[in-house]
């Protein structure tokens, strides 16, 4: 349990019971923690800022801008999930990290140094994330969707790759990037090359993503997400369903008492999720203040 999991905001993680435990495409979900809010305190959900990409005057600007962001909610913020993607590649060597990122890696641990909570999910872009930021920062890093309760609100939160049906082209990708064998192949590639390699693939799917127009809203039964959630709500309740990957911001009822979020991207939209005890909210930040419509 990391060292940072202090009462009362934080109690002890506990496993669901036997009754209730769910495996939906071979991932188990996990109550890991239930946080509670002290008064005017917010908990904070972002996905797919994507740093690096599409080049570094570019990554640079939006990285300056999260940084602005993470300077107005720290404050308030009980606790800030990073939902993946946040770096458009990113891979752990034994001795080496990527390069770049400084701002945001140093906004980061100024946050954890003020003991502000901090909490990472992979996504398929950095899905090789292993010890580093837990070592160094004491930031959990989680490569599966976890439960969690916020003020008697149960939440579901994960990246959102590969769940769901369809996609089975990438699914079948993912075990292939997730298989232990292939990621110790690879880091026997020089890092100049392999990171080189892994900016080109990333490039090349985004353009196919747009000539397909995956970043568009295909109806309820058409968002893979979405009957995702709906078939973890038949089996057991979440009041919020919270993920990225898609790219889109999404509010979606699936119920009178569940909600299935999608909080977008910051290449272009700078969408993120803010739960302040109550409800949860879509808010989108436009660089130097907060939009709350």
Known sequence: MPSFFLFPIFTAPNKIGKGSDY???????????????????????????HLGTPDDDASRKREEKIVRWLGEIEEQAAAIFFVGDIFDFWFEYDKVIPKGFLRFLSKITAMRDKGIPLFFFTGNHDLWMKDYFTEELDIPVYHNPLSMEINSKRFLVGHGDGLGPGDRKYKLLKKLFSNRTCQWLFKWIHPDIGISLAHAWSKNSRISNDLKNENEFKGKENEWLYQYC?????????????????????NLPLNDKSTYFNLGEWVNQCYYGEFDGITFHLRQYNGYAINNN
């Open 23 to 49: 495996r939906s495409h071979h991932k188990r979900i996990r109550c890991t923690m239930k946080i509670r809010l002290n008064r005017e305190q917010k908990v904070y959900f972002v996905s797919d800022f």
């Open 230 to 250: 709906l078939d973890i709500e038949k089996k057991m309740h979440f009041d919020y369903y919270v993920f990225g990957h898609r790219h889109l911001p999404l």
